[in-house]
């Protein structure tokens, strides 16, 4: 049976647990919610759950690097399980999408993010899913990178709790029927 794998991006340790940068760990976190998963192991320098999602088989997949160097755990991994690339689903946070806004895309770039760059580098390839979830600009004249690591303020904790459960539904219809119809249905505005 070929495996599926859903790999979130972010930062390890509670320093980092509520950042915008660990929305991919807090959206691989609600898929195991939904379907009763706990990352009770360790595998490839990540921690893991795995069962049947949506009728699939699904490693679950939050990586003990750091951000910048998340392509190392997710690459073993991909190895490991030996996951089609088609079949390898990156969550993570996306600076130029406003709060709460989902997007799915079958492949491309990395946008200037680094986890992302990371990832494309060490699979050598831009060829598998994304799902990018929003966390809007940073105010002002901030740094980009200190406001990633900023935890989300209550006000914005619901709209994150919104398009996680979004989110959550998009992972689940593209598991069962798909890319094409993931973007379809769930690709919208907030």
């Not at 990352?39 to 939050?62: G, T």
């Not at 073993?76 to 993570?92: E, G, I, N």
């Amino acid at each position: 049976m070929s495996r599926w794998l859903i790999a979130g991006l972010g930062n390890p340790g509670p320093k980092y647990a509520g950042t915008r940068h660990n929305v991919g760990f807090r959206c691989v976190e609600r898929v195991a919610d939904a379907h009763g998963l706990s990352f009770s192991r360790r595998h490839k320098n990540s921690r893991i759950a795995s069962d049947s999602v949506a009728e699939r088989s699904v490693v679950l997949v939050k990586p003990r690097t750091f951000m910048n160097k998340s392509g190392y755990a997710v690459a073993s991994l991909v190895s490991f399980y030996r996951v089609p690339l088609t079949q390898a689903l990156l969550v993570y946070d996306d600076l130029d999408l406003p709060l709460g806004a989902i997007r799915l895309r079958p492949c491309g770039g990395a946008g200037g993010h680094r986890g992302m760059r990371s990832v494309i580098r060490q699979l050598g390839s831009r060829g598998f899913p994304r799902l990018r979830v929003g966390i809007g600009r940073p105010p002002g004249r901030m740094d980009p990178a200190d406001y990633v690591l900023q935890d989300f303020s209550p006000d914005e904790e619901p709209v994150l709790q919104d398009a996680l459960e979004r989110a959550l539904a998009a992972i689940e219809t593209w598991l069962r029927e798909g890319i094409d119809e993931a973007m379809s249905r769930h690709n919208r505005s907030v």
